[in-house]
């Protein structure tokens, strides 16, 4: 039934001699990091051969909104003041480009717009922590975006009011808007994906689970997550 979200265990589970993807219980519970970006670029309608911007772009939540951007056919850039952490994720999604921040607003606009090539960034999602509370990040990357581009906030960023000129705003008719989580119908995408192969799953694909413990050791548990927020990392509390 097309509203009943059931995953597909033969084709994800299953072994790759019968058809299926030969992934694990534990490679599937990565489905929580790729469903919140995918809400993101669904909710300004991201198409097939679009470039979108995405920063940061080494953590667990950035990481995975390049990852679903690949899988959905969008040109990425990806920038972050990691030099280390672009490099890696380079390694696993060669296709993208990489524009290591400044922290200079008008150096990083100009980088990122050489990055993109003959077509401005028609989509800049933004996944800022709270630590990046009013840094200038985000303010480069909003300034490469294209006349009547979009760009979204789906981060933890602590600031009272966008940093972003108002004529620019303006006079290039952009859309700005918030975005928490995912819609409903954006979690039977996200599986469908996943079933079909466009997302792929596995730590040969950069997702790997960190750790698992019991549920008694749910202090351990939260250490873990502390230490592995890399793209690809997660640890899990099993029964």
């Not at 280390?84 to 717009?113: M, R, W, Y």
């Not at 028609?122 to 009547?148: E, H, Q, W």
Request: net charge negative; aromatic share 8%.
């Amino acid at each position: 039934m097309e509203n009943t979200y059931v995953l597909d265990e033969k084709r994800l589970c299953g072994p790759v001699s019968d058809g299926g993807l030969g992934y694990s219980i534990n490679d599937i519970t990565h489905f929580a990091s790729l469903a919140v970006p995918y809400g993101g670029f669904r909710s300004v309608n991201l198409q097939a051969g679009e470039t979108v911007i995405v920063s940061p772009a080494t953590g667990l939540f950035s990481g995975a909104a390049i990852a679903m951007a690949v899988a959905m056919g969008a040109n990425v850039i990806a920038v972050s003041r990691s030099e280390a952490g672009l490099a890696k994720i380079k390694t696993t999604f060669p296709s993208i480009s990489t524009v290591q921040s400044s922290g200079e607003t008008t150096t990083d606009t100009a980088a990122i717009t050489a990055a993109a090539g003959t077509y401005a960034p028609d989509v800049f999602l933004d996944l800022s922590p709270p630590a990046a509370t009013g840094s200038t990040g985000v303010t480069a990357c909003m300034m490469a975006v294209r006349p009547y581009g979009r760009i979204v906030l789906m981060g933890g960023r602590g600031d009272a009011s966008i940093p972003f000129p108002w004529p620019v705003l303006l006079y290039r008719n952009l859309t700005i808007k918030g975005g928490f989580m995912y819609e409903r119908d954006d979690v039977r995408q996200v599986i469908r994906l996943l079933e079909g192969g466009q997302m792929k799953l596995g730590k040969e694909n950069g997702y790997e689970v960190a750790g698992t413990f019991k549920l008694e050791e749910w202090d351990e548990c939260a250490e873990a997550a502390v230490e592995h927020t890399a793209f690809g990392k997660i640890v899990l509390l099993t029964p």
